[in-house]
Structures are given as C-alpha cells and as structure tokens.
C-alpha cells in the first residue's frame, strides 16, 4: 500500500504530522489581523480573561447589547449558552441589514471559544 501512495505522490499526506498550533500561537495570530471582534453574551469570568488575550475584542451581554455595535466590528460571535433570545434575535437581524454573518460559541471554555475564533478569523474550518 505504501508503494501505491508514494507513487501516487500521497506517502507524504499520509506521513505529515500536523502541528496543532497552541492557544497563545493562535491568540497570536487572531491579533495580527487586526480584524475587529464582537462576541455577545458569555459568561463573564470568560469573557474577562478573552478581553484580556485578544486586542481587538468587544464583549457584551444581553443586557447591554447596543445596536451600533454590529456596524463597528468585522466579525460577530454569539455565544448561545449565555444569551437571551431576544437579543439573539436583535443580532440575527442586524447582521442580515449589515450584509453580515455571525457565528457560535457555545460555553464557557476559553481554549473552545479561542480555536473556534481562530479557525473562523484565520481561514482553518
């Protein structure tokens, strides 16, 4: 089988390790692209220590959603566990005015919230 994948020119893909980049390697690389960040709801020891890695972040909760905020920012996340559906649905609408999408984020795991940023801002799905 080997001989077959080296002669098909796929012994490398099979034999590549990929190096999985660490949580600072990828706050690293979401800050270089000086891309804006909006992220509503959340919990917020989590959203402290978030607002703490990345420089170009907004968090808000539900209670302190402000409309404008989706105008100002290149990306948009909802955090589904720690939102209101109203708001929810402010953000749905909003987004699709702005010729926006927005994305999830589910708990409160900042190495989850971290890669799920990453892979949306970076390109890596």
């Known amino acids: 089988i080997r001989d077959a994948q080296e002669s098909r020119g796929l012994g490398d893909v099979y034999n590549r390790q990929v190096k999985e980049l660490t949580l600072d390697e990828k706050v690293s690389e ?11 709801g959340g919990h917020p020891a989590s959203n402290q220590k978030i607002e703490n890695m990345l420089d ?10 402000d409309d404008n ?5 290149d990306f948009v996340f909802v955090n589904a566990s720690f939102i209101n559906h109203h708001t929810f649905y402010k953000v749905d609408t909003l987004t699709g005015k702005a010729g926006m999408k927005f994305d999830y984020l589910n708990g409160s795991n900042v190495d989850n919230i971290i890669d799920k940023i990453y892979k949306t801002i970076c390109g890596e799905v």
């Open 69 to 73: 905020l989706i105008w100002n920012n």
């Open 30 to 40: 979401i800050n270089r692209t000086d891309k804006k960040i909006l992220i509503v």
């Open 56 to 65: 170009n972040v907004t968090l808000t909760s539900s209670d302190k959603f």
